[in-house]
């Protein structure tokens, strides 16, 4: 995700016309400036074939309804990413919750399963960033005891087992009488809270927008800027070619925003910085369970560089 100022302009411009979401975009442009150039040359120097008799109201009608469907469909998008960012915030509040529960109802003696308890919480973040991208990484799990590495292999759903193996050594505490009924209790409405934010992320990326609308709306934009030229070249000449460059750059570009941003877990420059909230939730609880914590992860956790992912 690109992270930035809201006062730097020039850098926000710069890097967002570094990514590949922007060469993809310049290839595209391309496209329609060979295009537009070719039907300039011909309309002004060989065949006229301008739409003369085309009413201007048409075009308008056309580019305010390829408007609105583009407004709605970036609108669409952008509610999968907020909600998508809003489930991994109160991902980051449960688990701070958890933290603080384990540490206040634990005594210190029990330092085992306090530092299993850590590791595990850690552990979710992790797991459900990489269950999300389909990138399943064992190394970047934190595993206490021999026997985790083995459950981990043997399942495909890492979320799923996080919370299995925390709710596990959860019931262990509680019949060893180190929690109370009423902590149990309250302990496993958190963990409930768990298994809810990871269904509602393989919601948003399971259900896309519908492949026909989507397909709809490039051929509408494809139209429109096909026939523009035909229309405008009367009055603006070669200035045509520049004209149709700028008007296609925001159509086409709104496009390619709505479709980045519609799948906000991947790794795009756009997408959730899902590593450096999976770092944040690692910080907290080792330090909320008064456990070290490696710097590395402490500078992972910061968003104040430019770009993470």
Known sequence: MIIYKTKG???????????SSAVSLLKRLSVVTIYVTVVTVIELRYLDLRLTDTPSQYVQALGILLSLLLLFRTNTAYDRFYEGRSTWGA???????????????????????????????????????????????LAELELVEDWQQKEFESVDNWPNEVVNQLRGRVEQLYANRI????QLINLNDQ??????????????????IPFSYSLFIKLFTVFYLGILPFTVIEWFGYMTIPIMLVTSYFLIGLEMIGVEIEEPFG??????????LAHRIRVDAHEIMRLPV??????AAKPDFMIVN
């Open 191 to 208: 963990i409930n809270r768990l298994l809810d934010v990871s269904g509602i992320c393989e919601r948003i990326k399971s259900t896309p």
């Open 91 to 137: 991902l980051v509040n449960t688990m701070r919750n958890l933290s603080v529960m384990f540490n206040t109802m634990l005594p210190q003696e029990v330092r085992a399963d306090r530092l299993f308890l850590t590791k595990t919480i850690s552990n979710f973040a992790v797991a459900l960033k990489n269950h999300l991208r389909e990138i399943p990484q």
């Open 179 to 182: 929690l109370t009924d009423a």
């Open 9 to 19: 302009w020039l850098d926000a411009i710069w890097h967002f016309h570094t990514g």
């Open 267 to 276: 790794t795009d420059r756009n997408d959730l910085p899902l590593s450096q």
């Open 294 to 299: 490696a710097k590395e992860d402490k500078m």
